[in-house]
């Protein structure tokens, strides 16, 4: 994709299982196309499971973009955080899925169990993220997110959590978590941890327009 001389640019890293075609991005860059045309331009792109190849994928993508913001949703946002020195928006950010993972490794080290995780978790029609659990890769995502934590984060950064987010029960997506690394930058909305269409076109694109410095 060629961009425009002024063109803002939004790196979105769907979460885990998402894709090019991932719905939350594409309405977002519907809602773009049509206030600010040839103005802001979104990109997301399907990355590896493994948290090392996606890394390097990812980098390579901001090399070649130069975004002027990332924006990572649940799983996504562990990605995003270890992107330096860019504006960043999170959806429903899972900070704390190295745990979960960290326990299914070990599972996955039963014969067998591998193959059932690949047939509940196949990926949808369309450029879609393969998930493969296997022990060595769920076992990366502990020292992945070590390196997001502690990657330097600017002013700005800010996250959206739903109330109904049935992954906060688990402690997968924790407010206390954030709040502990990153103060009181979000806010919670009365929806699920897959953002509805009418918070994607109300609170999400505003905060989009305000890091943007762009008029609604």
Request: proline residues 5%; hydrophobic residues 35%; aromatic residues 12%.
């Amino acid at each position: 994709m060629r961009y425009g001389t002024n063109m803002r640019k939004i790196l979105y890293i769907h979460g885990m299982g998402g894709g090019s075609d991932s719905r939350i991005p594409s309405i977002l860059s519907e809602c773009l196309c049509s206030t600010h045309p040839n103005e802001v331009a979104v990109t997301v792109r399907t990355y590896d499971f493994d948290p090392e190849i996606a890394h390097e994928q990812i980098t390579s993508w901001v090399d070649e973009i130069k975004p002027d913001m990332v924006i990572g949703e649940s799983l996504g946002s562990m990605h995003a955080l270890r992107i330096e020195g860019v504006p960043k928006i999170f959806v429903s950010p899972a900070l704390n899925t190295h745990i979960y993972f960290k326990l299914l490794s070990w599972l996955t080290l039963i014969p067998g169990v591998t193959g059932i995780y690949d047939r509940i978790y196949r990926p949808r029609e369309g450029d879609r993220q393969r998930l493969h659990f296997t022990p060595g890769v769920l076992r990366k995502y502990m020292a992945h997110r070590k390196a997001a934590m502690s990657a330097p984060v600017p002013e700005g950064v800010y996250a959206f959590f739903g109330t109904k987010d049935h992954y906060r029960r688990s402690g997968i997506v924790s407010v206390r978590t954030w709040k502990r690394h990153f103060g009181d930058t979000f806010t919670i909305y009365d929806g699920t941890h897959f953002m509805e269409e009418e918070f994607v076109r109300s609170i999400l694109l505003d905060k989009v327009f305000e890091v943007l410095n762009i008029n609604k």
